[in-house]
């Protein structure tokens, strides 16, 4: 399922969540209707829980169907509710950089992060989300995960990333890779996407042709 929207009047939607192919990792303070309609397009369970007392789930935190790794500043409760789900990997990361879902890249195949995590980070995001770890850059610039949309079948990552890392996201995501927009024509392309191997969310500023070129990408076309 495909559709054009925005939670509380905010485009950026994926700012608002992470949609995995097991769940729908989502803030318990979204409207009726916005729940609803993660409901209605994933068919997934919902796990609803702040991260660090806010609602902004896909900014904190990064997960893949194996996992969700949260900042340290996560508070007891929010990690209680979490792990009220046996089956889901839940861990925390404490490094100064609590913003996860800006500068790790991930899918259930491997994960990119900002170059500045060190060797002990990126051991605990490979341990959390149970895939292979590198370091690099998209556009030349650290926040891998702002500037870059996946699932398990593409990935649309910011007009201005550079052959070597379009091929290297590729090579350890194991997924087609192409540069776009979202939100007429914001690089920033996960702020504006929530997806899956089976359904997709784009901000309601999203032009045709940009959501026709996403959905390509993303294999629902």
């Known amino acids: 399922m495909i559709a054009r929207y925005d939670f509380e009047g905010d ?17 318990p303070n979204m409207s009726e209707r916005s729940i609803e309609t993660m409901e209605r397009v994933f068919n997934l369970p919902l796990v609803q829980s702040t ?7 896909g900014l904190v935190c990064v997960a893949n169907s194996n996992g969700i790794l949260l900042p340290y500043t996560t508070n007891d409760d929010e990690l209680a509710a979490l792990k009220e789900y046996p089956d889901i990997r839940v861990d925390w990361i404490d490094n100064k950089m609590t913003a996860l879902g800006n500068i ?12 500045d995590f060190d060797k002990n980070a990126r051991a605990k ?25 996946t699932t398990n079948q593409g990935a649309i990552v910011h007009p201005m990333a550079t052959t070597s890392e379009i091929e290297k996201i590729s090579q350890l ?11 007429r024509g914001s690089p920033y392309t996960s702020l504006g996407v929530m997806a899956n191997m089976d359904s997709l969310i784009v901000g309601s500023e999203t032009t045709g042709v940009e959501l026709a070129h996403i959905s390509q990408v993303l294999g629902f076309v």
């Open 11 to 27: 485009s950026n939607v994926g700012a608002f969540g992470i949609a995995t192919d097991r769940y729908v990792f989502v803030s």
């Open 51 to 57: 991260i660090a007392t806010l609602d902004v789930i």
């Open 104 to 115: 790790i890249l991930a899918n259930d195949n491997g994960a990119i992060c900002h170059p």
């Open 125 to 149: 995001i490979s341990d959390a989300l149970d895939v292979e770890v590198i370091p690099s850059t998209v556009a030349n610039l650290p926040i891998v995960g702002s500037n870059s949309a």
């Open 173 to 183: 995501l194991k997924v087609h890779v192409e540069v776009g927009t979202v939100n």
